[in-house]
């Protein structure tokens, strides 16, 4: 019997008696003094060292496997055709458990309480995020019926940072619950049935930072004044309710404030506008209040450190877009349905440079104002769709050399535009679904080698016109539904697109 052989042998026998491998591991974890640190040994940078080292681990694993009969070895024992010295064996299986975990020897348990709701939200089918250490830190149950027993069974998660509750079966009787959940930072109350004394329970959460109350429709003006006694708060979602200009004087004083959303809130002015121009601090406002006009927006004008603001299904007009200067550190903008908005509103935005994402989806534009944006260098994303975009301002388009993500769906652009953007090599993600676009247009898209995204739906496009796209190598989803292209063409684009994901007409 050879050397390892013995030692396995020996090893073997000495764990017979019962299973003394934890022993084993802290013994050899005190004789890695006698050799050193020996993570910091892994990382020197003697190359020949690390390799040793590497070698003597793998070794040392093999010995564990063989000891305790726990899987295969790294490799066969029986391959090593070099004698193998008894220092050489030890250091490895030092190495071995110290470097890395005993066989057998799991993460702890979770205590009785933390099981029982780990099983009550699988039964849900909620979402767990656990960290490294196994500790569960998030809790989703969008869409799942939670009760209010739940959220009783929920708040025994101490060290959760973020729950997402949802539904008509959460009231105040299972939210006061909430204020024993001492790390809790990120909380969402989303279709709930919750009134205003379910947020005086909710102010209780010493370092909740994040509240969102999306479509808790029973909440009054009344329940925002309880947000004033969070001193931590800073995102508030109040999407989809029915606050209203008295609501939004409550929030007046919240100066830690970096996002708010009121979309949806629809009995919000200009009056409410004015109770918000002493927030000093917010970097995002999103906004859909047909009841704000210009003179709303003007209100907003001390708001200079804002890096993103939404307008949406708002009564403003060219004129009102004058006011949007005073955002200078502005880098995204987007205005949706905002039908009083023209090509000539674009004059105004001249000299925001460092906008990086701009939409005007559904607004009343042709495009020719895109002239007025040629000089937003930085620009990288652009929705233009629904919009009466036409193939001439396109050739603004064709300056913002760092587009990463242009939207035309819907619009007037037909074959001639798409010539514009044979230039935009770092294009990423390219819309050109429902125009007028044919065979004809797609050989200007072959020269967009970064292109990993590509929409064509509803288009007159055949085989033919695929042919001018098997070079683009990139490409990871390809839209061809409605299309007039056959089995044979889609076979034929997936064999040179091997690793593109492509939906068939």
Known sequence: MNGP???????????????????????????????????????????????????????????????????????????????????????GLIVACAAAPVFGEDKPADAPEVAAAVKRIEELGGTITRDTGGKITAVSLIERQASNDDVALLAKLSDVTKLELWGANISDDGVKHLAAMPNLKDLTLENTEITNDALAEVKKIKNLSSLNLRRSTYLTDDALAHCKEMPKLQYLHLLYNNFSDAGIEHLKDIKALRLLDLRGCTLVSDVGMGYLKGLVNLRSLKLRNPAVTDAGLEQLKPLTNLVALSIEDAAIRDAGMAHLKAFTKLQELSIFRCYGITDAGFVHLAELKDIKRLSFRDTAIDGSGLKHIRGMKGLQRLDLSETQTNDDALANVAELANLELLDLWHTKVTDAGLKHLSGLTKLKTLGINAIAVSDKGLPALASLSALESLDLEENDITDAGLENLKKLSKLKTLNLRLTKVTPAGIKSIQAALPNCKISAP
């Open 5 to 91: 052989s013995r030692a396995i042998a020996g090893g073997r026998a000495m764990l017979a008696g019962g299973s003394r491998l934890r022993w084993y591991r802290r013994r050899c974890k005190s004789l890695t003094v006698q050799f050193g640190p020996l993570r910091a040994i892994a990382t020197a940078g003697d190359t020949n060292t690390r390799l040793r080292l590497a070698l003597a681990r793998r070794i040392g694993l093999s010995c564990l496997c063989e000891l305790t009969g726990n899987g295969r070895p790294p490799w066969s024992s029986a391959a090593m055709n070099w004698p193998l010295s008894r220092s050489f064996f030890l250091f």
